[in-house]
């Protein structure tokens, strides 16, 4: 069965990094991307990436701090989120879609993961 498996959050400083990974069974050649949702807010865009060319696209909120990126040959989608702020706070998903566009709607993605609660503090 195809799924989306993230992994890497958790509690850190405003200030420190932290790397998410998404494991694919399955989606091969689809575009991975990431959002999150925090509580009381609605699930937002923050990164994505073609899997073929390497494409990618960021929310503006994220430029320059978070880094998309994929592993060929395992399957698997990262996130390397440096100068962590008590904004970015928030569960992050994984998510996939059919395609090489680098999109940033959540109805654009019909695959998604559990996600994984990243907690930054003070």
């Known amino acids: 069965q195809a799924q989306l498996v993230e992994s890497g959050g958790g509690l850190v400083q405003a200030g420190d990094s932290l790397r998410l990974s998404c494991a694919a069974s399955?989606?091969?050649?689809?575009?991975k991307g990431w959002f999150r949702q925090a509580p009381g807010k609605a699930r937002e865009f923050v990164a994505a990436i073609s899997w073929s060319a390497g494409r990618t696209n960021y929310a503006e909120s994220v430029k320059g701090r978070f880094t998309i990126s994929r592993d060929y040959a395992k399957n698997t989608v990262y996130l390397q989120m440096n100068s962590l702020k008590l904004e970015d706070t928030a569960v992050y998903y994984c998510?996939?879609?059919?395609?090489?566009?680098?999109?940033?709607?959540?109805?654009?993605?019909?695959?998604w993961g559990q996600g994984t609660q990243v907690t930054v503090s003070s």
């Open positions: 998510a996939a879609r059919r395609g090489s566009g680098v999109l940033t709607l959540v109805s654009d993605y019909n695959n």
């Open positions: 399955g989606f091969a050649d689809f575009t």
